[in-house]
């Protein structure tokens, strides 16, 4: 079954064809980055616009890249959310309209549950259930995948989410837009042996908290002006992933311990040191780890018809023409 994917829930405007949930036929990203970086970050009305602008030209990509034509594609799948209303509602207009002049299906799925779906690319054998580390730029959260279609959250982040931590502390430290690639990069050439705080003040509650992170980070780059003393950008790049970090690899490992099997998603999945840190500690426990390729980490829509393949199956996620975006869909 080939299914054509789109994803528009933020900066990047994607279409994939991905044959029976597995295979990935085409995989093309618009990135807008270049313009948003201008303004220090996302703005959502430019990135409404610039969607609207390439959605087209995206989808005919995949198609050619595929080597199909559109009478070859059997549904047609959209991220409806979670992500920006306006950005969303660029994919979601684009897959009705193809649903709609092909006759075929239309299967909507959550953005954030499409990130879970990349590692099914990555590793063809993987099967439900396992536990995976969701996170992104809007959410952290640790899940229990009991079958391709049900989950069950057994930790979330009371407030800020990690890729949003990063990219605020990339903001503060004037490292720019997209800030977790920059942190990332400079981390490799930093000590990472400052303290901030404990690593217990990511966890309030029996829930991640990110939102100190931040201000612990301001609090440091204060006192060290007040101070007069110069400050090592990739050593606070480093220490501020370690605090960032430890806390996810210690969580995704303990609750992965009875399933055996630790997926990681979304965007922050691509951080190095967090990949590098679950190899060592996965391999201890005796636990089968899956990162899903750099490609897959940030958004694309072969994830988004990955999952939609599943669904599919499963009789769920169908559409019809009155579906609307849901920016807070999960
Ligand atoms: O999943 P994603 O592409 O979009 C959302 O659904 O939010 O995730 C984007 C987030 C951003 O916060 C970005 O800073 C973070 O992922 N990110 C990273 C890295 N690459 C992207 N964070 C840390 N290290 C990275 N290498
Ligand atoms: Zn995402």
Redesign the pocket.
């Known amino acids: 079954m080939n299914i054509l994917a789109i994803e528009s ?2 900066d990047e405007t994607c279409a994939a064809i991905v044959r029976d949930g597995r295979q990935v036929l085409s995989d093309v990203v618009f990135s807008q980055i270049d313009i948003h970086r201008l303004y220090g970050g996302v703005v959502p009305e430019i990135a409404s616009r610039s969607h609207t602008e390439h959605i087209v030209t995206v989808m005919d990509e995949a198609l050619r890249q595929a080597g199909l034509t559109k009478g070859d594609i059997d549904a047609v799948a959209v991220a409806n959310g979670a992500g920006l209303v306006g950005a969303l509602l660029v994919g979601v207009s684009a897959a009705k309209a193809f649903a709609y002049s092909m006759g075929v299906p239309l299967i909507a799925v959550s ?1 954030i549950r499409a ?1 879970v779906a990349a590692n099914y690319i990555t590793y063809p054998e993987l099967t439900p259930p396992f536990v995976c580390l969701v996170v ?4 952290t959260m640790l899940i229990e995948q009991s079958d391709y279609i049900n989950s069950r959250v057994l930790m979330e982040t009371a407030d800020d989410a990690a ?2 931590a ?2 605020k502390c990339a903001r503060v430290l004037g490292l720019g837009y ?4 920059a ?2 990069s400079r981390s490799g050439f930093g000590k990472p042996d400052i303290e901030f705080f404990k690593h217990a003040s990511i966890i309030r509650g029996g829930s991640f908290s990110y939102s100190g992170l931040k201000t612990a980070v301001i609090n440091y780059l204060n006192s060290a002006k007040q101070r007069g003393e110069d400050v090592n950008i990739d050593d606070v790049c480093a220490s501020f992933t370690r605090h960032a970090i430890e806390p996810l690899v210690h969580f995704g490992v303990m609750s992965a311990r009875a399933v055996g099997k630790l997926a990681v998603a ?3 999945s ?3 040191y967090l990949r590098r840190r679950l190899m060592i500690e996965c391999e201890k426990a005796g636990i089968s780890l899956y990162l899903p390729k750099l490609r897959y ?3 694309n829509a072969a994830m988004v018809g990955s999952l939609a393949y599943f669904y599919h199956q499963a009789g769920e996620g169908i559409a019809d023409l009155t579906l609307n975006a849901e920016p807070n869909k999960l």
Do not use: R
């Open positions: 829930s933020c953005h990130h992104s730029g809007g959410h890729g949003e990063f990219d997209p800030g977790g690639v942190i990332d979304g965007g922050v691509a951080n190095s980490c940030t958004d």
